[in-house]
């Protein structure tokens, strides 16, 4: 039986279910702490050395970022509006990052970074019935948000990455294509 308990991560609540921590068959060594580990990081990670196994509570600790000085996200693709240092610490260097097409952007509302809630297409958008919500104050050209209502998939040339703000409880959407 493998133990799936995790640590709470603020800005990424459900990392096994957006599929950036992966549940190993056979437990693997953590690369920081050296434990063995039955889940793995299997997300972004900018840093100087190849790391190929990564334990939840080295993430929520901050023993991975400092031992390997790397960040999950990367600080300069986010949005404005978040003065506290401490909570772009929190989410470069102690939060699972997520894996986009191009380079992943983090999408901040009310003062603070969003829960990551994970890839999402027109279809789900629709299913949940948040298109509007998402668009919202987007200010965006004609095609764009024809691409958004019709065209975003899953696993596909155009994904959207879906956020929710952890204050007001707005989703926001970043998307990108190949
Ligand atoms: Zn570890
Ligand atoms: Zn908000």
Not at 71 to 85: R, W
Not at 146 to 167: D, N, V
Request: glycine share 8%; proline share 4%; charged share 35%.
């Amino acid at each position: 039986m493998s133990d799936r308990r995790i640590p709470e991560f603020k800005y990424h609540p459900d990392p096994i279910g957006t599929g950036e921590f992966k549940i190993l068959a056979e437990p693997e060594m953590c690369d920081c702490c050296e434990k063995l580990t039955n889940i793995t990081y299997d997300g972004p990670f900018y840093s100087e050395e190849e790391i190929s196994c990564l334990c939840p509570e080295c993430i929520k600790n901050g023993n991975a970022a400092k031992m390997f000085d790397g960040e999950f996200h990367d600080s300069e693709s986010i949005d404005e509006g978040v003065e506290d240092e401490e909570k772009l610490d929190e989410l470069i260097h102690r939060t699972p990052g997520y894996s986009g097409i191009q380079q992943e952007y983090w999408r901040a509302h009310c003062g603070d970074f969003c829960a990551f809630v994970g890839h999402v297409g027109s279809k789900e958008l629709n299913e949940m019935k948040i298109i509007e919500e998402v668009l919202d104050g987007e200010n965006l050209i004609d095609d764009i948000e024809e691409i958004i209502r019709t065209r975003l998939e899953k696993e596909s040339w155009y994904q959207g990455y879906l956020f929710k703000c952890l204050h007001c409880g707005k989703y926001r959407l970043h998307w990108d294509y190949d």
